[in-house]
Nanobody, 125 residues
Framework: VQLQASGGGLVQAGSSLRLSCRAS????????MGWFHQAPGKEREFVAA????????YYADSVKGRFTISRDNAGNTVYLQMNSLKSGDTAVYYC???????????????????WGQGTLVTVSS
């Protein structure tokens, strides 16, 4: 499975961005999917996860109420809608897949089976 993240950019605080992560190589429709970010000088952190059926989502406290994860299984794509962006959201954002067929697998623990290359989000204050 190859994951390609896109949609990052430079925005002002308070703005919105939507990240996309498209999978290729095989379908990810039965995998849990997630987003992570890594700020400069910091470790990679969990942001959000969605189960394979898109019936459950899970968020880091820092993004609850501002970010929304969703997926389009027919298009093998997962999205991260980011609203009310803050300077603290500046980071490289990575998508990941976990082959777990239930829940979120090990994504909330910071692990995944497949990783994308990352897309940079810069929020200016």
């Amino acid at each position: 499975v190859q994951l390609q993240a896109s949609g990052g950019g430079l925005v002002q605080a308070g703005s919105s961005l939507r990240l996309s992560c498209r999978a290729s190589g095989r379908t990810t429709s039965n995998y849990a999917m997630g987003w992570f970010h890594q700020a400069p000088g910091k470790e990679r952190e969990f942001v959000a996860a969605i189960n394979w059926a898109a019936t459950r989502t899970y968020y880091a406290d820092s993004v609850k109420g501002r970010f929304t994860i969703s997926r389009d299984n027919a298009g093998n794509t997962v999205y991260l809608q980011m609203n009310s962006l803050k300077s603290g959201d500046t980071a490289v954002y990575y998508c990941a897949a976990d082959v777990a067929s239930y829940g979120f697998g090990t994504l909330p623990a910071g692990q995944g089976d497949y990783w994308g290359q990352g897309t940079l989000v810069t929020v200016s204050s």
